[in-house]
């Protein structure tokens, strides 16, 4: 049981260039989540998605676009990216009745993405 | 809108010492639930409780114990004899009960215990 995995563990990326953050669960969470972690900002919530097909924009969406074609994956991509997306990135994922679980919410290890 | 506050930007203490890290939370809704992770050097976000607006009974957990007062929307948390190894990132979590919500964090709460 691998839990959330994250795809890559680091990357460094030229402004203005394109890619794609891999996030898979294994646990058949209905929901799926994108947060961005920034010093002294804690974690923010980028997008969100509640099932299969269906996004939502969470607290910082600028200059990011997801989806989640199969219940079990939730991408997120950069189109064009500036240095201010120099972050490290977590994915989470929950059942939708966060009682579930006993921690509600599992965490991926995290992408730190550097823009240069 | 839901929103949590932790004041403590940076605390340091020597080992022994006993440290609570204040958590403020604002929520319109009657259901709710409360976090606090642990996010050591490494990067990992590890889990350490949740607790529902239901109840406030106070818990302990070995070191550990957490403090929630819905009159003051507050969930602190102490460390009894804190040791290096409790060296972290501290971070309080607030998740509304209904469909769609997300997990809110606090800023976070840098704790370094020294020996």
């Known amino acids: 049981n691998a839990g959330v995995t994250q795809t890559p563990k680091f990357r460094v990326l030229k402004t203005g260039q394109s890619m794609t953050l891999l996030c898979a669960q294994d646990m058949n969470h209905e929901y799926m989540y994108w947060y961005r972690q920034d010093p002294g900002m804690g974690l923010r919530l980028i997008h969100y998605?509640?099932?299969?097909?269906?996004?939502a924009k969470g607290e910082v969406p600028d200059g990011y676009n997801v989806s989640r074609l199969k219940k079990q994956n939730f991408l997120l991509g950069l189109e064009s990216a500036a240095p201010s997306q120099t972050s490290v990135y977590f994915c989470?994922?929950?059942?939708?009745?966060?009682?579930?679980?006993?921690?509600?919410?599992?965490f991926g290890s995290g992408t730190r993405l550097t823009v240069v | 809108a839901q929103k949590v506050t932790q004041a403590q930007t940076e605390i340091s203490v020597v080992e022994k010492e006993d440290v609570t890290l204040d958590c403020v939370y604002e929520?319109?809704?009657?259901?709710?639930?409360l976090f606090w992770y642990k996010q050591p050097p490494s990067g990992e976000l590890v889990f350490l409780i949740r607790r529902n607006s239901f109840d406030e009974q106070n818990e302990i957990s070995g070191r550990y114990s957490w403090n929630f007062q819905k009159s003051t929307s507050s969930f602190n948390f102490t460390i009894t004899a804190s040791q290096v190894v409790d060296s972290a990132v501290y971070f309080c979590?607030?998740?509304?009960?209904?469909?769609?919500?997300?997990?809110?964090f606090g800023k976070g709460t840098t704790l370094s215990v020294s020996s």
């Open positions: 979590a607030l998740s509304e009960f209904k469909a769609g919500t997300a997990l809110i």
């Open positions: 989470a994922s929950s059942y939708a009745l966060i009682t579930a679980a006993i921690d509600g919410y599992t």
């Open positions: 929520t319109r809704d009657t259901t709710y639930y």
């Open positions: 998605s509640v099932g299969e097909g269906t996004t």
